[in-house]
């Protein structure tokens, strides 16, 4: 098949399908648009969503909209935009019941045979989180994929990575484009088995493509999460803000093999308390709150204590504090811990900090518009500003929902089918004439230079000095990765390393650029 061939015309493109772009997906299609959805990865569900244990934020019981709102605004140092926290407190919990509990009936846990069990986290005054068990994001996403699986105006291209967005004038043959307004239409996207770009054509491109822990060394993102949204939303000249924020998840299981693997704050939540080698309890030094503070603060108290004490980790005892079943409450945690030979119901986890969620992204409004024409966004790729300076936990499955479904209704409600352009004013992607086979090896150490400087230079405690040092290194990266994607054969993995080593160099700038030391972002004098 040339890359002629299959090109692609549709009425809505969506780069992802996490929750955010699922959600968007949906609400597009049932207004009866024509929707492409894209995954990088062959299974359609790989995706932060999946990994999401603790649950979605709702109203729990002798809870108010007002209270949410408060505790959105302190997590995030009062930084956000008010406007975004009052979308997500007003249409998130009627979202919440009209998706998915109604219409996809997902099976949250139980107190009781009649009513829902609403557990508490770190930065909640009240109990307000949805769950299934601890792994309530992989129930979500397959039941969201199944839906749009059914509908017969949705068309899944799984193995697909986007690679730049296709914007107007800047790939457009029609010399009259440099007289309207920079518009986006579609995407170059990499067919990964065959190697080929193809162009994928829309009046409307939604990026959904989910946040980057994984430029950082220690994270609880699976590796696919690189930030590619961030970066092709750069390219094509949209507003980008917030990026210096990045929240770090306190407790990922230490191991060698362990990937990352989060143990939910919700642990905590139940009552499981953090502790040195020596067993000591060491959270009411650093706040009032103890085990139960906001994350940012618990992720320094453990960095500082794990310096204090000479220690790669610290200890984090449910065995000993945690009241409910723990088999039965964390039951995914229980069964990997139980496989890297650790009996949560009887010993300690050894834990440590990892790069989770960013707070910053591509600036959107209140219905998920960019700062470019026909480009939405939605989702952890995206900042509403909901978050601020550091985000509440379990607010982003549930940020993706809301404003994934406000972009589907708000493009459903715009779309006239009026196409100014055609695909033929469009530029095929330009292919170099020597196209090398590319050496794995390279693509690995280029990845674990890109890691360890974030992780070192642009972590949980920053300084000056070390962001300087990031940004040259960052930058001579560049240099030599460029060039090697110039000359070799097109592949998702050295797509995917020159979208990485740009959004790396997108978070150091940003943090470069904020003096002021601020929860997600902390600098030390
Ligand atoms: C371990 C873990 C636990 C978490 N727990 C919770 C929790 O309990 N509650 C909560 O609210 N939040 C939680 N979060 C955060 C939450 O899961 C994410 O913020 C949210 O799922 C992001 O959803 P999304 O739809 O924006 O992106 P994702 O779910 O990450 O989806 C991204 C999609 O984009 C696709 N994609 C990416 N790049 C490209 C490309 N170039 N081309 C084509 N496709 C591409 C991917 O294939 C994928 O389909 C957790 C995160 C992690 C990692």
Redesign the pocket.
Known sequence: MTARESDYETDVLV????????ATALAAAKAGLRVAV????AD?E????????????SLGPNDKPGLLREDIIEAGDAVNNPEAVDILVREGHALVEKILIKELRIPFSRSSPDALDYAQEGGHSRRR?L?IRDA??RTI?SKLVGVLKRLPNVTFFAG????DLLTVPHHSKNPVAYYRPPQCLGAY?LDNAAHRVKRFFAPVAVL????C?SVFLHT???P???G??YA?AMRAGARIVNMEYIQF?PTTLFSQDGD?F?I?ESVRGEGARLKTRDGRTFMRKYSRAGDLAPRDEVTRAIYEEMILTNSPHVWLDLASHVKVDIKKRFPTIYRTCKGYGIDITREPIPVVPAA??SCGGVLVDGRGRTSLKGLYA????SCTGLHGANRL????????LVW?TLAGRDIAAGFDGARPYKLSDIHHWYYPGREEEFDPALIHQDWLIIRSTMWNYAGIIRTRKRLERAESDLDYMRHRIERFYREARMDAKI??LK?GIEVARMITRAALSNPVSRVAHFIKK
């Open positions: 780069i992802g399908c996490g929750i955010a772009g699922a894209l995954t990088k990865t359609i790989a995706s932060n969503t999946q990994h999401a244990q603790g649950g979605i934020v989180i769950h309530t994001g996403e697909h990575t986007a690679v996207v959904a493509t989910g946040g822990g609880s993102n699976p696919e999460a690189i590619a949204g092709m998840h990352g989060l939910s989770h969620y939605a989702g952890e790729v936990a379990s607010t982003s499955l549930l940020e993706g994934g797509v995917g979208q």
